[in-house]
């Protein structure tokens, strides 16, 4: 079965400084890994994917995320935090066979402080 | 639609009471899903439906819930006799179909808020 951890439940940076939340992923082969983010009372929103090929991946708003095989992890990365960013950050995980439902993990908790 | 629509965007109700949840998905997705977010807490998958397939239900947390989707086109969600522990967000998402589809991720709608006084 599959399943995801994010093992950070809130992570608080200041503007302007980097940013790394990580996961970790529980899956048998090379699955499809997902970054989404959710405002405040707002839907899930997309960052980026890995669907295949490169490894690491660019999303919107700044974002990129790096799929390490070896480590089964998928950390989402930023170079410089804005406090539009401040969000709850949720990772996915999706088979290339079978099941057809993404597994999310628990999610991150962004504060950004000025 | 341009986007997945949920209504109503919040919903209080009493306990006992039964309600009614609806999801428009984006036009050309066969693929509906349904998840819980309690406060302060992940995504809970509830229900799956793959165009006129048969629905992956797996995820229903007890036979108080239930779903229907006609076709490729507008799902329901209903909870009969509301507990206070179905207090939740209720995420709609759709995508296109398969696991090839999946692999470009879902649209997700805004959500209803559930509280059960």
């Known amino acids: 079965a599959q399943s995801v951890t994010q093992p950070d439940i809130h992570i608080t940076v200041s503007e302007g400084a980097s940013l790394e939340l990580r996961c970790n992923y529980s899956?048998?082969?090379?699955?499809?890994l997902f970054w989404y983010v959710q405002s405040p009372g707002q839907g899930l929103q997309l960052l980026l994917k890995?669907?295949?090929?490169?490894?690491l991946v660019q999303g919107i708003k700044g974002f990129e995320a790096e799929f390490k095989r070896s480590q089964s992890s998928f950390n989402l990365r930023k170079p410089s935090v804005h406090w539009s960013d401040a969000a709850e950050y949720f990772c996915?995980?999706?088979?290339?066979?079978?099941?057809?439902?993404?597994?999310f993990g628990t999610g991150t908790r962004l504060t950004v402080i000025p | 639609g341009a986007g997945v629509s949920q209504s109503p965007s919040n919903k209080v109700t009493e306990k006992g009471k039964d309600v009614e949840l609806r999801c428009d998905p984006i036009?050309?997705?066969?693929?509906l899903y349904w998840y819980r977010q309690r406060l302060g807490q992940g995504l809970e998958f509830l229900i799956y439906?793959?165009?006129?397939?048969?629905?992956?239900k797996s995820g229903l947390p007890s036979d108080r819930f239930s779903a229907e989707r006609t076709g490729e086109s507008v799902s329901t969600l209903t909870i009969q006799r509301t507990q206070q522990e179905d207090s939740a967000v209720y995420l709609c998402?759709?995508?296109?179909?398969?696991?090839?589809?999946?692999?470009?991720?879902?649209?997700f709608g805004s959500g209803t808020r559930l509280t059960v006084v």
């Open positions: 998402a759709s995508s296109l179909g398969g696991n090839r589809g999946l692999g470009y991720g879902y649209t």
């Open positions: 899956y048998g082969a090379t699955p499809y």
């Open positions: 890995y669907f295949s090929g490169d490894t």
């Open positions: 996915a995980v999706g088979a290339r066979t079978g099941a057809n439902n993404l597994f």
């Open positions: 036009s050309g997705h066969t693929a």
């Open positions: 439906f793959q165009g006129n397939s048969a629905p992956d």
